[in-house]
C-alpha cells in the first residue's frame, strides 16, 4: 500500500495519464463517430415517434393485446407450446454442451497448434451464423417442427460455449494435472481427476446462463417454423388475433421468470471449486 | 498404475452410487424431453431432405462475388451496423441509468440502520421488473409495435433492439456492478459521498472492462439479430440472407453468412482494443 502510495506521487504517473488519456479520447471520438454515422446513415425521421396520431395508433396496438384470451382451452394449448419451447431449449443447450466440451479440447491447444486454429475456426463460424439463420437452414435440412430449432440453438450455442470451455481450459492452472501425468496416470484419466473439476463449476454456470438465453431465442425461433410458443406467437400475430398473442406473451414471460429463477438458484450454489 | 490386489480391496469410486443415481435421474427427466422436442436425428438422413440439403449446401461453393450482388452485400452490410450501433447506443442511453438504480451496490440504507431501507427496496424490485419486462418480449414484437408509429423501416427496428438490449444490457450491467470489488464504494458511501459520487469514482473503474467487454459482445449480438429485424423491412444482412434461403440460392447464402463471420472477427478485435484501452 505505501508503495502504490509512494508511486502514485512520482513524476511517471502524469506522463503515463497523458498518454492513455489520448488513447481513450480516441476511442470515445471513434465510437460517438461511429453512433452519428449511424443515426445519419438511416436517416429516421424521429419525429414520427412524438406525433399524436402515432402515440393513438401505438396505444391502439397495445390496447388490443388486452384481455388476454384466458379460456381453458387456449390455456392448454399455451402450457403445450410453453412446454415444447423449453424442451427445445433444453435439449439444445445439453448438446451444445457436449459438442462444444469435445471442440474445446483442441481450441484449448492440447493437440497442437494446427488442431487450435481449426477448432478455433469451427467454432468461431458455428457462433457467428445467427441461431434464426441455422433455424432457417436446419428446416430444410430435417423439417419443420420442434427438431429443427433444438439443431440450431445447438450449432450455435456450441460455438458460443466451446469458445468459453476453450478459455477456462487454458486459464485453468496446469499443475494438478501434470502432477498426475509425472506420477504416471493415463492421459485421459489425469484430464478427468485433475482439470475437469477445476472448470466444471465454471462450465456449468456458462451453461445455465445460455440456457437462459435459449428459452428465449426459442421462443423466436418458432418464426421460422421450429415449434414451441414462438411458432403460435407468429401464428396468431399474423392474423391479427392479439388477445390469443398476449397469453403467449404471458406464458413466455412466465417461462423466463421460472427458468432464470431456477438457474439463478442452482449458479448461486455452484462455488468454483479453486475459490 | 494399478493397485497390487496383495495390499488391500481393489480401488473403488466412493462417489460412484451418487453418480448413477443421478446419471438415472437425469435420462428419466430428459426422456419427456426429448420426446417434446421431436428428436428425431434419422429425419437429417431422410432421402428427401438429404437431397434438397445437398442442392442447398452443393450451391455454397463458390460463394457469389457478382459486382452487382457485392453492392448489395455491402450495402445490407453497412445498414446492419448502423442499426446494430444506433440501437445499442439507444440502449445503453436506457439501460446506465436504470442499472444504476437497480444496483444494490449504492444502497446508503444496507450499510446501516437508517432511514429507506424499504423504499430502496421497493425502488429496486420495480426497476428489475421493468427491465425484466423490456428484455422478455421478443425483439419482434416491440418492433411490429414501433411500426405502428414509425413505418415500415430501419427505425422500428433500431427502437426494438434499443428497448430489448436496454433490458438486456440494464440487468447485466446491474448484476457486475454488484458481483465485482465494492469495498471502494463502500467505503466512499460511508465516508459520506453521494450516491453518483461512489458510482462515478468507485464502482464504474473497477468494473468499466467488464462492462465494456459485455456491451460490445452485445453490439455483436444485435448484428446477428439483424436477421429479425428483415420481418419488419429494416433491411440488412437479415433480409438479404431470407431472400438468399427462399430462393435457395446457396451461393448468395454462403457470401452472407461469411460476412457475418467477418463481422463476429471484427467485434472481437474491437472488444480487445477496448479492454486495452481500459486497462
Redesign the interface.
Known amino acids: 500500500m505505501k508503495r502504490a502510495a509512494a508511486g502514485s506521487t512520482g513524476a511517471s504517473l502524469p506522463v503515463r495519464h497523458d498518454r492513455?488519456c489520448v488513447?481513450?479520447m480516441a476511442?470515445a471520438f471513434g465510437i460517438g463517430a461511429?453512433?452519428v454515422?449511424?443515426?445519419a446513415?438511416?436517416a429516421?425521421?424521429?419525429r414520427?415517434?412524438f406525433?399524436s396520431e402515432?402515440?393513438r395508433?401505438?396505444g391502439?396496438?397495445?390496447a388490443e393485446f388486452f384481455p388476454p384470451d384466458l379460456s381453458p382451452a387456449f390455456l392448454g394449448r399455451a402450457a403445450w407450446g410453453a412446454?415444447?419451447t423449453?424442451?427445445?431449449a433444453?435439449?439444445?443447450t445439453?448438446l451444445a454442451v457436449v459438442a462444444g466440451g469435445l471442440l474445446a479440447l483442441p481450441a484449448a491447444g492440447r493437440f497442437g497448434t494446427p488442431a487450435r486454429v481449426a477448432a478455433r475456426f469451427a467454432l468461431?463460424?458455428l457462433?457467428?451464423?445467427?441461431?434464426?439463420?441455422w433455424a432457417?437452414?436446419m428446416v430444410?435440412?430435417?423439417?419443420l417442427?420442434?427438431?429443427a430449432?433444438?439443431l440450431a440453438l445447438a450449432l450455435h450455442t456450441s460455438g458460443v460455449l466451446g469458445r468459453l470451455y476453450a478459455e477456462s481450459l487454458e486459464n485453468a492452472p496446469r499443475g494438478p494435472e501434470r502432477a498426475l501425468r509425472d506420477?504416471?496416470?493415463a492421459p485421459v484419466a489425469a484430464f478427468a481427476y485433475a482439470t475437469l473439476p477445476l472448470v466444471t463449476a465454471q462450465g456449468v454456470a456458462y451453461a445455465l446462463y445460455r440456457l437462459e438465453m435459449n428459452i428465449?431465442m426459442a421462443?423466436?425461433l418458432g418464426?421460422v417454423g421450429a415449434?414451441g410458443l414462438?411458432q403460435m406467437?407468429y401464428f396468431h400475430?399474423s392474423i391479427f388475433q392479439q388477445a390469443q398473442?398476449s397469453t403467449l406473451?404471458m406464458a413466455?414471460?412466465l417461462l423466463?421468470?421460472a427458468v432464470d429463477a431456477l438457474s439463478g438458484w442452482a449458479r448461486a450454489r455452484l462455488a468454483p471449486a479453486y475459490a | 498404475?494399478r493397485a497390487p490386489s496383495a495390499v488391500g480391496p481393489p480401488l473403488r469410486d466412493p462417489a460412484a452410487g451418487r453418480r448413477v443415481g443421478l446419471a438415472v435421474t437425469a435420462a428419466i427427466l430428459?426422456w419427456?424431453?426429448?420426446v417434446?422436442?421431436?428428436?428425431?436425428p434419422w429425419?437429417?438422413f431422410?432421402a428427401s431432405?438429404l437431397a434438397?440439403?445437398a442442392g442447398?449446401l452443393g450451391g455454397f461453393l463458390p460463394p457469389v462475388v457478382t459486382a452487382e450482388f457485392l453492392a448489395l452485400l455491402v450495402r445490407a452490410t453497412?445498414?446492419t451496423?448502423?442499426?446494430a450501433?444506433?440501437g445499442i447506443?439507444l440502449a445503453f442511453v436506457i439501460a446506465a441509468p436504470l442499472a444504476a438504480l437497480a444496483t444494490r451496490s449504492l444502497s446508503i440504507a444496507r450499510i446501516g440502520p437508517g432511514p429507506g431501507l424499504r423504499s430502496g427496496v421497493a425502488l429496486r424490485t420495480v426497476v428489475r421488473g421493468l427491465l425484466?419486462?423490456l428484455?422478455?418480449?421478443?425483439?419482434?414484437?416491440w418492433a411490429?409495435?414501433?411500426v405502428?408509429?414509425?413505418?415500415l423501416?430501419?427505425?422500428a427496428g433500431?427502437?426494438a433492439l434499443a428497448v430489448t438490449y436496454g433490458g438486456m444490457l440494464g440487468k447485466v450491467y446491474a448484476e457486475i456492478l454488484e458481483s465485482g470489488d465494492t469495498r471502494p464504494a463502500r467505503a466512499l458511501l460511508e465516508a459520506g459521498s453521494s450516491r453518483l459520487g461512489a458510482f462515478f469514482y468507485a464502482l464504474v473503474p473497477a468494473a468499466a472492462q467488464e462492462l465494456a467487454s459485455y456491451t460490445v459482445y452485445r453490439w455483436e449480438c444485435a448484428v446477428?439479430?439483424s436477421?429479425?429485424m428483415g420481418?419488419v423491412g429494416a433491411g440488412g444482412l437479415?433480409q438479404l440472407?431470407?431472400q438468399s434461403?427462399k430462393m435457395?440460392n446457396g451461393g448468395e447464402a454462403s457470401s452472407v453468412?461469411l460476412v457475418?463471420?467477418g463481422?463476429?472477427?471484427v467485434a472481437d478485435l474491437l472488444s480487445a482494443?477496448?479492454r486495452r484501452?481500459?486497462a
Not at chain 1, 127 to 133: C, D, F, G, T, Y
Not at chain 2, 148 to 151: D, F, I, K
Open positions: 492513455r488513447e481513450c476511442l461511429a453512433i454515422a449511424s443515426f446513415y438511416l429516421v425521421d424521429w414520427g415517434l406525433s402515432s402515440m395508433l401505438m391502439r396496438f397495445t412446454l415444447q423449453f424442451a427445445v433444453t435439449i439444445g445439453l468461431n463460424a457462433r457467428s451464423v445467427p441461431e434464426l439463420v432457417a437452414i430444410i435440412a430435417a423439417g417442427g420442434p427438431f430449432g433444438t506420477a504416471g496416470s428465449r421462443a423466436v418464426f415449434g414462438g406467437l400475430l398473442a406473451l413466455m414471460l423466463v421468470f | 498404475m430428459l419427456p424431453l426429448l417434446l422436442a421431436e428428436f428425431e429425419r437429417l431422410d431432405h434438397v440439403m442447398f453497412l445498414e451496423l448502423a442499426i450501433t444506433a447506443a425484466t419486462l428484455r422478455a418480449i421478443p425483439e419482434i414484437v411490429l409495435l414501433f405502428r408509429a414509425l413505418g423501416g430501419p427505425g433500431v427502437l446477428r439479430a436477421v429479425v420481418f437479415g440472407m431470407d434461403m435457395l453468412l457475418f463471420l463481422l463476429v472477427v482494443l477496448i484501452v481500459l
